[in-house]
């Protein structure tokens, strides 16, 4: 039998790279969508509703699939949401908003998803979280922190799931071509702000790296490597050579080194 995959956000970037090329390999794929009506029917693969910020929304999506398929084999927490600002001006509601997303979201996805993975004594969970919460970056640093939760949260699971036949890993990607820097929410450039000509230089160069991104289909490749290994890692980085090199220099250099290397990046 075809094992089935579960992504949410899977109906553009990273998360639809994913599924057609898990579809491709001869998996059984479903994504989600808050709003799985837009996509027309020719979308490869099939959409189930999802909002994951609603635990009704997750309930009836987990029960859904679980009518139509007999078992849930590979959950991939995609969903998320991109937030930009000085913390100082960045409104406490959306700072709990990407929280809902980001963090909140794949808890409560996956506490659906376990009843049906110990029953069937098996299961792969993949978060996908980012190569920004391995650090606090400069208006960033919201979107660092949900990302950086979810790393830690990953590493909880594992443990606990450990017993029941059930992996747990992350999957952290660096810059990739998709829509996130579209849909991010960013606090207001105030002319009057303290921040302003930093903030605004910062913003300009996170929207251009995504836009010079590497191809989502590298994220694809390395999550069917990861869900084919018998005793994967508790965490993978997938990006530009000098993104997943940030994440070593952090672990060798001093602090305060680091920081300047950081600092000097986004001409702080």
């Not at 606990?160 to 450039?189: C, M, W």
């Not at 990006?239 to 680091?258: D, H």
Request: aromatic share 8%; glycine share 8%; charged share 20%.
């Amino acid at each position: 039998m075809k094992k089935v995959v579960l992504i949410t956000g899977g109906s553009s970037g990273i998360g639809k790279a994913i599924g057609e090329y898990l579809m491709a390999k001869n998996y059984k794929v479903y994504g989600t969508s808050r709003n799985p009506k837009n996509f027309k029917d020719g979308f490869p693969f099939p959409l189930l509703p999802l909002d994951v910020t609603d635990i009704q929304s997750i309930k009836s999506c987990v029960a859904m699939l679980l009518e139509k398929e007999p078992t849930i084999d590979i959950l991939i927490n995609n969903a998320g949401v991109g937030i930009t600002g000085p913390l100082e001006e960045t409104p406490i509601e959306e700072i709990q908003k990407a929280f809902s997303t980001n963090l909140y979201g794949p808890i409560q996805v996956t506490n659906q998803v376990l009843p049906s993975m110990r029953k069937q004594k098996g299961g792969h969970i993949i978060n996908i979280t980012s190569i920004a919460g391995y650090m606090g970056l400069p208006f960033r640093g919201v979107y660092s922190a949900t990302k950086a939760a979810l790393e830690i949260t990953t590493e909880a699971y594992r443990m606990e799931l450990k017993q029941f036949g059930i992996q747990v890993s992350n999957v952290a990607p660096g810059d990739f071509a998709t829509n996130i820097a579209a849909g991010r929410y960013h606090a207001p450039q105030k002319s009057n702000s303290p921040y302003n000509q930093t903030y605004g230089a910062t913003l300009k160069m996170m929207n251009d790296d995504v836009d010079s991104g590497q191809n989502p289909k590298k994220m694809a490749e390395a999550v069917y490597h990861i869900i084919n290994k018998k005793t994967p890692k508790v965490r993978y980085a997938v990006g530009a050579f000098l993104q997943k090199f940030s994440i070593v220099l952090k672990k060798i250099l001093p602090s305060k080194t680091y920081e300047k290397i950081l600092m000097k990046h986004y001409k702080l």
